[in-house]
């Protein structure tokens, strides 16, 4: 029994009991809505569970299994959809938020023809601090009109003026790599690649290097990864425990290098001189701006996909985090070197009036549409593009040449068959500056190389839609609001659709694909790449110089090289090429 030495004090208690009451209550409230707001997605989009999926845990979903580190993801999403995937979809749920994977083409048509489903997923509002509503995010009319003033500025007939730069940035990198390279006196035989590379496989190893075959062990690396991810830590750098090969100092002064690096900093400069007429010279500058520039973009890509897995900071609390932070810091970066090259150009136009008005690059085309158009691009409209087109335009272009240059280095009769093919058209001891634009087009067979790497590495290992009304495929529900991931990676790597998909076999491409959405590196639809044409001759022009006076082997293995799935799909260990010239 309680008492107290007068009614004041017996108010003062039922206060504090009373407050102390209300205080529960407000938590009460606060975790019933917490938990309604993770449940109820289950709920809403309870018809999905009809579609096969691997099995999933209340609230958290299948974050585990996602949330695993880099190169394991990507195995793991194969094995999954070549498990599930007959019927076409696949269901999974990120945290409390329903996905879709379409596995097979006729499904990846469903959702990718028309202008139905063009709205973005709901991970890309990790990328809008870094590009803003550039055409990459943007959906409705902004994005119809932003897609028609652009068109433009990749039209054929402009393209064809951008190959004199270039075969002026191919011959920069061709440059860069004698500087490294062994001489012609040392250069090996194309039988004697054929050995080095035989020699350097390892025999335990996983020949295609994609396929689990101890789903067990598997899955007690995906639940430390996922574990990690709860308490934080970045799915970026949880690296697998498997040996990675080193190099000593006698082998990188030996004609060893990480062709990766250089090639980000050649297309910076290619990207930067033809769609912003803005000469930066990263490449043979790497210090600076530039080159804080080319490192903030391999953070920021990390971070974002750090981001993108943690649906809970879909919010701002995120910059609360120490993630967040580190972020921002690299944005800072990022957006000070485009707003000094938006600067810069539109200084150089008011000088040269006359310049500005035959807008001959993408970032004069802007400033134009600017001017005489102000209410459909303002300041803020001009950083949004350039931020997503400098990204664009460099980061995914790098990425697939050092695919390309790691698939021709691990398969040395391949590489002689593409320098067979320059050497026929171009001759020995042509630069390629001396070459136009029609003899680079008929370069099929170095096409068809591009065409396989974007099929075994694309550049963008998968991106999302979502769906903006209900959709029945072969008898399954997705309901409207969803997300589906369409991912190129795992289209790309099935059995059902590829005839040996994990082997590099350019001839392939010598035909029509099997079915018109079956490649797609791209995207395809009406939100296709606007750059793709851009892009596909700029890597051509740059393998070309390359073969004309190189050969080399990659120094990874399979079962190394592990591509990390981020923004974009990187090597984490960097694309270790032993080079020769080919002459003096």
Not at 567 to 581: D, H
């Amino acid at each position: 029994c309680v008492t107290y030495e007068s009614d004041e004090d017996m108010i003062q208690a039922l206060n504090f009991l009373a407050e102390m009451l209300d205080g529960q209550a407000y938590f009460v409230l606060a975790a019933a809505a917490l938990l309604l707001f993770l449940l109820y997605p289950r709920f809403k989009y309870s018809a999905i569970d009809g579609i096969p999926g691997p099995p999933s845990l209340p609230i958290v979903g299948n974050i585990f299994n996602m949330g695993t580190a880099g190169y394991d993801s990507l195995k793991l999403t194969i094995a999954y959809c070549s498990r599930l995937g007959n019927a076409g979809l696949v269901r999974a749920w990120l945290g409390p938020l329903p996905m879709i994977f379409p596995t097979r083409p006729e499904a990846v048509k469903e959702f990718l023809r028309g202008s139905k489903h063009s709205v973005k997923g709901a991970n890309y509002y990790c990328l809008k601090p870094w590009l803003g509503e550039g055409l990459l995010i943007s959906s409705g009319e902004k994005w119809k009109t932003r897609r028609r003033q652009l068109t433009h500025a990749f039209h054929f007939q402009l393209l064809k003026t951008f190959v004199p730069i270039f075969t002026k940035h191919a011959n920069a990198l061709s440059n860069y790599w004698a500087q490294l390279a062994l001489p012609a006196s040392q250069c090996p035989s194309d039988e004697d690649m054929v050995k080095m590379i035989a020699e350097s496989r390892h025999p335990e190893g996983d020949p295609t290097g994609f396929i689990l075959n101890d789903d067990d062990l598997h899955m007690i690396k995906i639940w430390k990864s996922g574990i990690s991810k709860l308490l934080g830590m970045s799915a970026s750098h949880l690296a697998d425990n498997r040996s990675k090969r080193t190099f000593s100092s006698d082998e990188k002064a030996n004609g060893c290098f990480d062709a990766f690096p250089v090639i980000k900093r050649a297309t910076l400069d290619t990207i930067c001189d033809t769609a912003m007429a803005t000469h930066v010279n990263a490449l043979n500058d790497w210090t600076g701006l530039q080159n804080s520039y080319v490192n903030a973009v391999n953070e920021a890509n990390a971070q974002a996909w750090d981001w993108m897995l943690r649906p809970w900071l879909w919010n701002r609390t995120f910059k609360l985090t120490r993630l967040g932070k580190d972020f921002e810091a690299n944005l800072n970066i990022l957006h000070e070197f485009t707003r000094r090259v938006i600067r810069e150009r539109k200084e150089a136009l008011c000088k040269n009036p006359k310049e500005s008005h035959e807008a001959k690059c993408f970032l004069d085309m802007l400033i134009r549409i600017q001017m005489e158009q102000p209410e459909t691009m303002c300041d803020q409209d001009l950083a949004d593009e350039v931020d997503t087109f400098m990204f664009e335009g460099h980061d995914t272009t790098a990425v697939n040449l050092s695919w390309v240059i790691y698939l021709l280095g691990r398969n040395p009769s391949v590489q002689a068959k593409a320098r067979a093919e320059v050497m026929q058209l171009f001759g020995d001891g042509v630069s390629v500056d001396k070459v136009n634009h029609d003899q680079f087009d008929k370069l099929e067979y170095v096409t068809c190389v591009i065409k396989e790497s974007l099929r075994l590495f694309p550049s963008v290992p998968w991106f999302s839609r979502v769906t903006t009304e209900d959709v029945h495929f072969d008898g399954m529900f997705v309901p409207k609001g969803v997300d589906v991931t369409i991912a190129p990676w795992v289209l790309h790597r099935l059995n059902e659709i590829w005839k040996d998909p994990h082997d590099f076999k350019p001839e392939r491409h010598m035909q029509r694909p099997p079915h018109p959405f079956a490649l797609i590196p791209f995207s395809a639809g009406p939100r296709n790449c606007i750059g793709q044409n851009f892009a596909m001759t700029e890597e051509r022009v740059m393998i070309a110089a390359l073969l004309q006076r190189f050969k080399w082997i990659s120094l990874h293995d399979e079962d190394e090289v592990e591509p990390v799935p981020q923004v974009i799909l990187r090597p984490s260990n960097g694309i270790w090429c032993k080079v020769w010239k080919i002459s003096s």
